[in-house]
């Protein structure tokens, strides 16, 4: 299982995600690092863990604010490779991502204008340069829903795949931060047994050892993990079992 640590990002500042409800995010405390700038909780990401493959979500600019450029740059100079989520709306934007360096770029159904931008953004930066989001609320799929074929899980998953997308990202919002567990292994055990070739990673809620093994058997491969890293509950021992 590989562990993707998980920056949040929001004011300049590294914050705990709470449920999804971003107006109550607030700089993490943790036990990594005394700090709460991103660049201190990405070296301690890499010096502490061992983990140099990190998410960063840009939550000002999945709320229409610009990409943080010279935060993504600072985190890029460790040597860390990022998965970022900035709040993906058209194929330009995608694009803007790839000039700057980042090489896994995240596109969130939450933000994605329609099912057409996935299309053409494997065309332009390649399949496996992409990871789509499906942002869920409680089991239910969150954003711009009118475009897509049906407005459930199952079909707008299949529906990414179909457009070329081999690397998916269940990522339950109301889940982050809450210490519950993902509360998505029956989708995942559907989506690795219908799809073995996509990459699927979790994220949302993970807290500890037992999660990772039960996802390990749903056939996901990687998982997003914040609140449970800096609270200590995991730890290397734990994925390197």
Known sequence: MRVI????????????GIGGRREEYRPIVSKLTASCQPVDVARAFRDRLGLAEIYLADL?????APPSWRIY???QSLGCRLWVDAGVRHVVDAL?????????????LETIVGPDVLKSTCRELGKDRIIFSLDLKDGRPLGQLT????PD???I????????????????????GMGQGPGTETICRKLTDD????????GGGIRDAADLRRLADCGVTSVLVASALHDGQLRPEHWQE
Do not use: C, F
């Open 5 to 16: 640590p998980v920056l949040d990002i929001k004011n300049g500042v590294v914050v705990r």
């Open 60 to 64: 000002d600019a999945i709320t229409g």
């Open 73 to 75: 740059g600072e985190i």
């Open 96 to 108: 803007a991502l790839d000039r700057h360096g980042i090489q896994d770029v995240v596109i969130g």
């Open 147 to 150: 475009s897509w074929k049906q």
């Open 153 to 155: 899980i199952y079909a």
């Open 157 to 176: 998953a299949a529906q990414a795949i179909e457009s070329g997308i081999r690397r998916l990202l269940i990522l339950d919002l109301m889940r982050v």
């Open 195 to 202: 799809y073995p070739d996509v990459e699927i990673t979790v």
